[in-house]
C-alpha cells in the first residue's frame, strides 16, 4: 500500500482518495482465444470472424495455448502465483456485440493469482501495488453508432480476441500514482511481449475503481470508470470522480456504487449502469471447457525464457554504465530506448551517450512523432558522434550542430565534420598566437583576470568567438592559464 496519501481539502476537511484499477491488456497472439480468427487492427468490419465468435449453432471454443503461454508469462513478470489448475467460466449479460449472451472470463479459479507491481513517482519515491489476479477472458465486439442515424451496426472483428485483466488491490492514493502504476505495467508488458500497450488502439485500457473516505476510515463506496485509455485521461476521470463523491458526502448524500463513463471533452464521468454483483453475471463452469491444467516443467520452461525485466535492467544500468537512478529509469522506460542506449554506449562515454540519447534525439523524436525505433539516427551514428567530442574532434557545442545536420540527412558524423570543416582548432601555436594578441589588446582585462582567477572566463568566450566555436576549450583555458600566471 502506498505510505504517502495526496489528501483532497473539502469544506468540511480532508478526504482520501482510495484507488483500485483493472488492467485489460489484449494479447498479443495471430488468433483470438477460443478461435483460429485472425486477430489484427484495421481490417474491414466483420472480416476476422469464425464461426465460433458468431456463435453459430453447435461451434465449440478450442483453447488457444499461446494465449495461455502469454498469461503465464505475465504472471511469471508480475512475481505473481501461476494457479496450476484453473478454468474457465460463463459471465452471462445481454449486449448486442456479444453474440453468445455471455462471456467466457475465469470467475473462482484464475490462471494467476497475487503478485506485486513496484511502482516509481515522479519524485523517485516508490510504493507497491498489490496484484490480487489476472485472468483470461474474451472481449466482445464494437457497436458502431455513427453509421447510420437511425440504426445502430455491430462489428464482431474484436469478439474472441484474448484478452488478460489484471486487477490490483485498492492501494493507489493519487491520480498520479494511478497513472504511474499503468505506465509501469505496460512497460513490463511491452517487455515480456505478452502486449503490445498500444492505448490509442485500445489494446490496453483501464477501468478505474475510485472511492473517497476520511484519512483513517474504512474504504468507502465505489464507482467504476469504464474502458479509459491514456494516462491523462486515467487522472482526469480519478480527479473529476473524487470531487464529486466528496461534494455528494459533504451534502449529505450517499455514493451510490455503479458503473460510469468519462467524457474526455467535458472532462467529467457520467452514470452508465447501476453496478452489478457477481450473482449478477450468473457465473457457471463453462460445459465446453475443460478445468486448465498446467505442467509445472513447461511453467519452469516459460520462466526460464523470461527476458531482462525492466527493475533489472534499470540496476544494470546503473551499475554497470554508472547512470543515476533518473537517467537509468528514463532510458529503461521503453525496451526500445534501452536497446538503442546500450547500442550507443557500446565502449563509450555511457553518460555523455545517455544525455545524447535522452535530450537531444528525444526531443526531435517527439517534436517529428516518431518512435525510436524508427529513428534516421542510428545508434552507432550516435556512437561516432560521442567518440568525436572524447576525441576532441569537436566540442560539445560544435556536436550540437553537427547532430542537426545527421537529422537532416547529411551524412554521418565524421563526413559532417569534415565536409563542413567543424574540427576543433588544436593547434596550440595558433591558439597562443592568439591569445598573446588578446591580452596585448586587452591589457585591462588580463589585469582583472590576475585579481580574480574566475574572469577568465571573459578571454575564453574571446577565444571561442574568433574562431568560429572551433577551438579546443581545454586547449585554451591551459594556454590562457599559462599567459596570465594564473
Known amino acids: ?10 469544506r468540511t476537511g480532508p478526504w482520501e482518495i482510495v484507488l483500485g484499477l483493472e488492467v485489460h491488456a489484449q494479447v498479443a497472439s495471430n488468433a483470438k482465444l477460443f478461435s483460429g480468427a485472425a486477430v489484427g487492427f484495421g481490417a474491414g468490419p466483420n472480416a476476422q470472424v469464425s464461426l465460433v465468435d458468431a456463435a453459430m449453432p453447435g461451434m465449440l471454443p478450442v483453447l488457444n495455448r499461446y494465449c495461455v503461454e502469454q498469461a503465464v508469462r505475465t504472471g511469471l513478470g508480475l512475481k505473481a502465483k ?24 475465469q470467475f473462482k479459479d484464475p490462471i494467476v493469482g497475487e503478485g506485486e507491481v513496484l511502482v516509481e513517482r515522479d519524485d523517485g519515491s516508490t510504493f507497491t501495488v498489490g496484484i490480487e489476479r489476472l485472468h483470461l477472458e474474451q472481449d466482445a465486439g464494437k457497436s458502431l453508432h455513427d453509421q447510420d442515424p437511425n440504426a ?10 484474448a484478452l488478460m485483466e489484471i486487477v490490483s488491490r485498492p492501494d493507489m492514493r ?36 475510485v472511492s473517497v473516505r476520511r484519512p483513517g476510515e474504512g474504504l468507502g463506496t465505489r464507482c467504476e470508470i469504464k474502458n ?5 485521461f486515467i487522472q482526469q476521470a480519478i480527479e473529476y470522480e473524487a470531487r464529486r463523491q466528496i461534494e455528494i458526502l459533504e451534502d449529505g448524500g450517499k455514493i451510490d ?20 454483483d457477481a450473482h449478477d453475471y450468473r457465473y457457471f463452469p463453462d460445459p465446453d471447457l475443460l478445468p486448465l491444467e498446467l505442467d509445472p ?12 525485466l525492466p527493475d533489472a ?4 544500468f546503473q551499475s554497470q554504465y554508472g547512470l543515476t537512478a533518473y537517467d537509468a529509469g528514463v532510458l529503461i522506460s521503453e525496451q526500445a530506448r534501452a536497446d538503442y542506449y546500450e547500442a550507443a554506449a557500446a565502449g563509450r562515454d555511457a553518460k555523455l551517450v545517455a544525455n545524447w540519447v535522452t535530450n537531444d534525439l528525444a526531443a526531435r523524436l517527439t517534436a517529428a512523432g516518431t518512435p525510436i525505433s524508427e529513428s534516421p539516427i542510428a545508434p552507432d551514428e550516435i556512437s561516432e558522434l560521442v567518440a568525436l567530442i572524447e576525441e576532441g574532434v569537436i566540442s560539445s557545442k560544435i556536436a550540437k550542430d553537427v547532430f542537426e545536420r545527421m537529422w537532416a540527412g547529411e551524412g554521418r558524423p565524421r563526413a559532417v565534420v569534415e565536409a563542413q570543416g567543424l574540427q576543433q582548432v588544436s593547434d596550440t601555436g595558433a591558439l597562443e598566437a592568439l591569445v598573446d594578441q588578446l591580452i596585448a589588446d586587452n591589457p585591462g582585462q588580463a589585469a582583472a583576470v590576475r585579481d580574480k582567477p574566475q574572469a577568465i572566463g571573459w578571454f575564453v568566450g574571446q577565444v571561442m568567438k574568433a574562431t568560429g566555436g572551433k577551438a579546443n576549450p581545454g586547449s585554451v583555458n591551459q594556454i590562457l592559464k599559462a599567459k596570465l600566471g594564473l
Open 228 to 232: 479509459v485509455n491514456s494516462y491523462r
Open 1 to 10: 500500500m502506498s505510505e504517502t496519501s495526496k489528501l483532497i481539502q473539502g
Open 82 to 105: 501461476i494457479n496450476l489448475t484453473s478454468r474457465f467460466d460463463r459471465k452471462n449479460y445481454f449486449y448486442p456485440d456479444l453474440p453468445q449472451g455471455y462471456q467466457i472470463s
Open 297 to 308: 516443467a513447461w511453467v519452469k520452461s516459460i520462466e526460464d525464457s523470461l527476458p531482462e
Open 313 to 316: 535492467k534499470k540496476a544494470r
Open 152 to 161: 445502430t451496426y455491430v462489428d464482431l472483428n474484436r469478439a474472441g480476441t
Open 257 to 276: 456504487q455503479e458503473t460510469r463513463l468519462f467524457d474526455p471533452v467535458k472532462g467529467e464521468t457520467r452514470s452508465m449502469r447501476s453496478k452489478e
Open 174 to 209: 493519487s491520480s498520479e500514482e494511478a497513472a504511474a502504476y499503468v505506465k509501469k505495467l505496460r512497460t513490463i508488458l511491452v517487455y515480456l511481449g505478452s502486449c503490445d500497450g498500444d492505448m490509442e488502439k485500445g489494446n490496453l485500457r483501464a477501468d478505474v475503481n
